[in-house]
C-alpha cells in the first residue's frame, strides 16, 4: 500500500521544508501524493462497486443451489459471467473481480450438482469477503459446518444450504 512506504512520506516532508511557501507545483504534488495515500484503502478503484453489483445474481445462482436445479444454475452462472466480464466492467483491475471470473469460469465446466457446488464455494470466497468487510442490506453470511463454507444469501429466513440442497436445506447458521 502506498501510505506504507517511506518515499511517499519524505515527498511530503520536502516538499513542505523548503522555505514554507508552496507554489502552484508543489500543491499539485501534495493533491497527488493524498489521492494515491486516500482515495482507494483496498488499492482498486471500482471494485467495490463491481462485487456489490453482482451481489444479487450470485444470490440467484446460491438459490438456485439449494433447489437443487441444475439448469436454473447454468443459467444463473451464465448471466452472473456476462455481467462479470460485460462492458460496465471491462478494463477494472481488481483480484476480486478476477477471482469471480475465474470461479464461474469453472462452475461453467460443471457436469452435475455435486461439482457445481463444489466450485461454487470458490465463487462464494470473494462475496464472503466483500460482505464481511461492508455488511451489505437486505443480505446475510451464513456457514454451513458440514461443508465447512459459507455463502450469502437474502436476509430474513432461514439458511438455505447451496451445498446439500433438499438433503440438509437448512443446515447452517448465521455467520454475521
Known amino acids: 500500500m502506498v501510505c506504507c512506504q517511506?518515499?511517499?512520506?519524505?515527498?511530503?516532508?520536502?516538499?513542505?521544508?523548503r522555505g514554507g511557501r508552496i507554489k502552484m507545483k508543489q500543491l499539485m504534488s501534495?493533491?497527488?501524493?493524498?489521492?494515491?495515500?486516500?482515495?482507494?484503502?483496498?488499492?482498486?478503484?471500482?471494485?467495490d462497486e463491481a462485487i456489490k453489483s453482482l451481489l444479487p445474481v450470485y444470490v440467484e445462482v446460491q438459490e438456485a443451489l439449494a433447489k437443487d436445479?441444475?439448469?436454473?444454475?447454468?443459467?444463473k452462472i451464465g448471466e452472473l459471467k456476462a455481467k462479470a466480464v460485460g462492458k460496465e466492467?471491462?478494463?477494472?483491475k481488481s483480484p476480486m473481480l478476477d477471482e469471480v471470473k475465474a470461479s464461474v469460469g469453472s462452475m461453467e465446466k460443471a457436469?452435475?450438482?455435486?461439482?457445481?457446488?463444489?466450485?461454487?464455494?470458490?465463487?462464494?470466497?470473494?462475496f464472503v469477503r466483500w460482505m464481511e468487510k461492508h455488511h451489505e442490506s437486505g443480505f446475510e453470511v451464513f456457514y454451513c459446518p458440514m461443508a465447512g463454507s459459507?455463502?450469502?444469501?437474502?436476509?430474513?429466513g432461514k439458511a438455505t444450504n447451496p451445498y446439500f440442497g433438499h438433503e440438509m436445506l437448512h443446515c447452517g447458521e448465521k455467520a454475521s
Do not use: C, T
Open 6 to 17: 517511506p518515499q511517499s512520506m519524505e515527498m511530503i516532508e520536502v516538499i513542505f521544508n
Open 30 to 47: 501534495i493533491a497527488w501524493i493524498l489521492l494515491a495515500l486516500f482515495a482507494a484503502p483496498n488499492g482498486y478503484a471500482g471494485e
Open 69 to 75: 436445479d441444475f439448469g436454473l444454475v447454468k443459467i
Open 89 to 92: 466492467h471491462h478494463g477494472l
Open 111 to 126: 457436469s452435475d450438482l455435486a461439482s457445481a457446488r463444489k466450485e461454487f464455494k470458490k465463487l462464494s470466497s470473494p
Open 150 to 156: 459459507k455463502w450469502i444469501q437474502k436476509s430474513g
